[in-house]
């Protein structure tokens, strides 16, 4: 039942030997903790004719200090992510985020990595093989229809995922291996906000680690959920406060759960002014321009807006008082 | 191997499987090991409402690797008697899961293709998703033998209503939609059918109901019952769905029967929701009379159900008994069939009595009495000793009012079951409401119930607790939802039974338990067979509707009262007040 | 395309040639007959599967068996080894021998990986490590009442260990 697909798989033991194969194969897929991709290979979203297993990539699983930086391997689990004490002491907000992912169980497999990269989600795509067959696929995946937004041209999927927003705020940078060497880019970088293709990462490419920079003030990561284990966000804000005095000196506020990206929200209006009802009514006006939410949850669009401002709200309270 | 006579389960072998439970060794029915078994699959409707006008199954058959092929021509005879249900569909399909088709296979792959190669044309008939629409005039008819679209009609009156609401001090109405719900039981469904050499079967089935199981597949097979045995030692929860035959019971029986060969027949979770025989979506209008004291004067209830293409058999009859001493009722019951899975035989009792529960909250709201007071005045005695053990045990008149802002009390009661035997509960609830999310979160239930009869207390805790459990989901957070009779809820990630986090604490008192032999199985009640999870439901929904008014100023009126829900109440109250 | 696990199943080394796209969930029920390890769903939403693989829970229906190599499993039926119930097994058999059992087995294992990790876990923590495992029949109470007998009992026999 619910059979995964043939595929080889590949279990490379370097960086080097994945991104060989990354490159030498023609779409490959690539598995780490599983908690996603299996779950979609199961459920006949894809057919890769091989998989690349990155889990025994040992030297992507390193938590270490270079420069002033925090470098954490994409293969860190998110079971580690929570009780790293190097983590917790500079970066509490990203081990509070990396708790309230999928359960624990989940945690103890998912990966830093697999978590960003996560596949998009909709009503309409996250079904069985029969489910969307009987209603003509979709425009993510083997359809020519988007049922969310009828006559668009892209998928509106959603992008779920915890860590994403939480990275951002903290204008942390994604280094990304490939044949050449590594580069880097800002994480919100990694996102396109197209559901089908919502990865900018090249086919010959895998995400290595997520290098923090020091962190100067306070952040924080809100998620907005039916039941308090296992359930995705409907909406997830993360923001990250410089408070200077009587100031908002510097803010960075990212959102997921709402569009097919992890999106930065444009705060600049509230720079240099105080947290205040004015500030957060400007807040609020630039959370709503820039999310998008549509009915690709069973939970409506109008309740993940409503509880993306309330709860962005509470959030800025909070870094606000502690900042 | 010998498939004369069932198996009686010996009464000591409880200790034995809950050992097995707890060490693995309990073989559940896609446990049980079968070497060289086929795989079965079920090719089912894609539209929700059509003619079959042929199935071509000669591709499938054709396959190498393909043992049998069976559709609705392979067996003629309703499910279990049932009017117009059948294993597979025979001329039309009425909802978009249906079994149409079955295969039997080497292997899984192969049974997945195979079942890809089966061709059936159909003819698009127009469906129907809700009651109204489907009783609506000119609608098609779901079954030719119900016009209308109306599966079943109950009207019962006992004394004179109209004289009791001429009397009424105060009387006011309300309506409430109750979601529709499944029952999840946690072991999907899953049958192993093996051919013994004289041609009997055998049956591991993961069924509550073996007898029924036995004589509904002989039945369809055109067997003799003594040709049948059923095995079920181990059931992972039924709640509804497991009380009788379902049709995959008799699928894989054909099936195996037609290979000549053992059979295994498992489905999927998506498979095990479309099996449905949960809850209907239900309507309850409810008209309640009452003294400035609190006194009932007359208590009328219409409920109207939104049910599936089909219905349990096990039908109730449709007469909610009242919970009170009140003399003036009438309870009109209209279920409407619409092209939905099927659901249980329910005939709405559980969302008649929660319905007149919220009202009764509500109204001594209004005229500034204590439910509980008002509540006791009504209740027979066993009830009323209920409520004082609630009173007791929650520190009612301590705390009623006292919570601090954004948490509320509520208060309701039940019935074990949803026939007028086998007890009543009073259940209290302290829940919070978040005003940013909508969350409505429970923190602690009471509960006191009287077991009525001989029962193991032990025994009876651990059903009232499943009840509750059941109750709390259903009240919170599970529902149904379909767009256009396409299911969208079918994962348990969709379906958002709540986890351990969402587990409040519990208290139990259990009132009027005599000593009885310890007991074992499912969490249903030993002497009836009934599980207490829909008569706890109905007290559970309306304390929490009662605990929301008090924590949030708002009154309910749909159900489960998920965060967005409690969102919609809150704003309109801001807009209000605005 | 099939390939040689090695892999220590319940204190057993074994190797097995395996297809590549082989979950471990029916390596385990089919490859072994370890059935114990229970599918309640369709992948990752129910916690049924869990099994320890180097002591950390982890969901068999969403890990490829070819992902265990070199490693360490334990299934339900390895949890006792060859004698008697574990006190973690024996309370839940007290405070939950009644219900349905079939998430029992996935239960008692992230309980059992809880445990190892933090022998005295307090009630909001156990809550939060079996919140993955869905059950439909109890709620919490016998539950955490069971994994907290058990951590007690261990506790007592940890002391009594010492005492020799």
């Known amino acids: 039942m619910n059979a995964l697909p043939d595929f080889r798989l590949h279990r490379p033991a370097t960086l080097d030997e994945a991104v060989r194969l990354k490159a030498q194969i023609e779409h490959p897929a690539c598995v780490a903790g599983g908690s996603d991709i299996l779950v979609n290979l199961r459920r006949g979203l894809a057919k890769p004719g091989d998989l690349i297993d990155l889990s025994g990539l040992r030297d992507l699983d390193a938590i270490e200090r270079i420069g002033d930086e925090l470098w954490i391997g994409a293969l860190t689990t998110l079971a580690r992510l929570t009780r790293d004490g190097a983590v917790a002491a500079a970066y509490p907000a990203l081990a509070e985020a990396a708790a309230t992912v999928a359960g624990p169980t989940h945690r103890a497999a998912a990966t830093l990595g697999g978590n960003l990269c ?11 093989e029969w489910w969307r067959d009987g209603n003509a696929y979709c425009l993510k995946h083997c359809g020519e229809k988007c049922h969310v937004v009828a006559k668009s041209d892209r998928c509106y999927a959603t992008y779920h995922g915890d860590l994403a927003p939480v990275l951002m705020a903290l204008g942390a940078s994604a280094i990304v291996a490939r044949a050449g060497g590594l580069r880097r880019l800002p994480v919100e970088n990694l996102f396109r906000e197209d559901g089908a293709h919502y990865l900018t990462l090249a086919p010959d490419e895998i995400l290595a680690a997520i290098a923090l920079p020091p962190l100067n003030g306070r952040a924080a990561y809100v998620k907005g959920r039916v039941r308090e284990s296992v359930d995705f966000p409907l909406t997830g804000i993360a923001a990250a406060l410089k408070r200077e005095g009587d100031v908002i000196a510097a803010l960075r506020v990212a959102i997921t759960g709402m569009n097919s990206a992890p999106l930065m929200v444009d705060v600049s209006k509230l720079i240099g002014k105080p947290w205040n009802d004015e500030t957060a009514t400007l807040l609020s006006n630039a959370l709503r321009s820039r999310a998008t939410a549509l009915a690709t949850t069973l939970a409506g669009p109008k309740y993940r807006r409503r509880a993306m401002q309330g709860l962005a709200r509470r959030l800025m309270d909070q870094v606000w008082a502690h900042g | 191997m010998n498939t004369q006579d069932m198996r009686i389960p010996r009464a000591d072998a409880s200790q034995d499987k809950s050992a097995a439970k707890v060490s693995g060794k309990a073989r559940y029915a896609a446990d049980i090991p079968a070497n060289g078994a086929l795989v079965g699959r079920i090719l089912r409707a894609k539209i929700p409402h059509a003619r079959i006008v042929s199935i071509d ?23 279990g008697g049932a009017a117009t249900e059948f294993p597979l569909a025979r001329d039309k399909a009425r909802y978009r899961g249906e079994a149409v088709a079955a295969v039997a296979a080497r292997d899984e792959a192969t049974a997945e293709q195979a079942i890809r190669l089966i061709r059936v044309e159909y003819e698009k008939l127009p469906a129907y998703f809700d009651a109204k629409k489907a009783m609506g005039e000119g609608a098609e008819a779901i079954h030719a033998d119900k016009p209308g679209n109306i599966l079943r009609e109950a009207h019962a009156t006992s004394g004179d209503v109209e004289a009791g609401f001429a009397a009424a001090e105060l009387t006011r109405e309300k309506s409430i939609k109750f979601g529709e719900v499944n029952p999840a039981q946690l072991e999907p469904n899953a ?20 007898q029924d199981v036995r004589a509904c597949v002989a039945q369809g097979l055109g067997m003799d019952e003594a040709q049948i045995r059923v095995e079920n030692a181990y059931v992972g929860g039924g709640f509804g769905a497991r009380s009788e035959c379902a049709p995959f019971e008799i699928i894989a029986a054909l099936l195996a029967r037609k290979a000549k060969r053992s059979v295994r027949l498992k489905q999927t979770r998506e498979e095990t929701f479309l099996g449905h025989r949960g809850r209907p979506e239900t309507h309850v209008a409810v008209k309640l009379g009452m003294m400035k004291d609190g006194r009932f004067t007359a208590c009328q209830v219409q409920t109207t159900q939104t049910g599936g293409a089909y219905a ?11 919970l009170y001493a009140l003399h003036a009722r009438q309870h009109d019951l209209l279920r409407a069939c619409a092209n939905l899975p099927p659901c249980g035989g329910a005939a709405g009792a559980a ?80 829940v919070s409401v978040d005003e940013v999310t909508g969350k409505a979160t429970a923190h602690k239930l009471w509960i006191a119930a009287h077991v009525g009869g001989a029962l193991d207390p032990r025994a009876a805790e651990s059903r009232i607790r499943t009840g509750v459990w059941m109750g709390l989901g259903r009240a919170l957070s599970e529902e149904t939802r379909y767009v256009d009779g396409k299911m969208l809820h079918g994962n348990l990630l969709d379906y958002r039974m709540p986890t351990l986090v969402e587990s409040p604490d519990v208290e139990v008192v259990v009132i009027g338990a005599a000593d009885a032999a310890p007991a074992d199985a499912s969490p249903v009640d030993p002497r009836t067979g009934a599980n207490w999870a829909a008569g706890l439901s109905a007290a559970v929904m309306p304390a929490l509707m009662g605990a929301v008014h008090e924590a949030a100023g708002v009154w309910p009126h749909t159900l489960p009262l998920s965060p967005d829900r409690v969102s919609d109440l809150l704003d309109a109250r801001d807009r209000v007040k605005k | ?27 385990l029920r089919d490859g072994l007959g370890l059935t114990g390890t229970k599918q309640g769903c369709d992948g990752g939403e129910c916690g049924a599967c869990t099994v320890l693989v180097d002591d950390e829970p982890r969901l068999a229906c969403s890990t490829l068996a070819l992902q265990v190599q070199g490693r360490r499993v334990e299934t339900i039926e390895g949890l006792a080894g060859d004698g008697d119930l574990t006190p973690l097994q024996r309370a839940f058999q007290d405070k939950l021998g009644t219900e349905c059992g079939f998430c029992t087995p996935g239960m008692i294992l992230a309980a059992e990986a809880l445990l190892r990790r933090n022998p005295h876990p307090g009630r909001e923590e156990i809550k939060q490590a079996l919140s993955g495992n869905l059950c439909r029949c109890a709620g919490h109470a016998q539950i955490v009442a069971a994994v907290e007998t058990a951590a007690e009992s261990r506790k007592n026999e940890t002391a009594m260990e010492g005492a020799r």
């Open chain 2, 312 to 322: 349990s058999r096990s039908a109730a009859d449709g007469a909610a008994p009242g």
């Open chain 2, 191 to 210: 049958t192993l059918v093996e051919v013994g050499r004289d041609g009997g079967l055998i049956l591991h089935a993961a069924t509550q109901a073996p």
């Open chain 3, 1 to 27: 395309m099939k390939s040689i696990l090695s892999v220590t199943v319940n204190g057993r080394r074994r190797e097995d040639a395996i297809p590549d796209n082989l979950l471990l969930i029916d390596y």
């Open chain 2, 351 to 430: 969302e008649s009595i929660a319905g007149v529960e919220a009202l009764i909250n509500e109204m001594a709201g209004e005229l500034g009495l204590d439910p509980l007071a008002v509540r006791a005045l009504n209740a027979p005695r066993e009830l009323a000793d209920c409520l004082e053990a609630v009173k007791q045990a929650s520190g009612w008149a301590e705390r009623r009012g006292q919570t601090p802002k954004g948490r509320g009390l509520g208060l309701a009661c039940g019935r074990l079951t949803e026939g007028d035997d086998g007890g009543v509960a009073a259940l209290a609830l302290e």
């Open chain 2, 57 to 79: 199954v000669s591709q499938a058959l054709a396959l190498e690797g393909v043992a049998a092929v069976c559709t609705g021509a392979d067996c003629p005879a309703p499910l």
């Open chain 1, 118 to 128: 996560q596949d998009t989600r909709c009503v309409y795509y996250n079904q069985s």
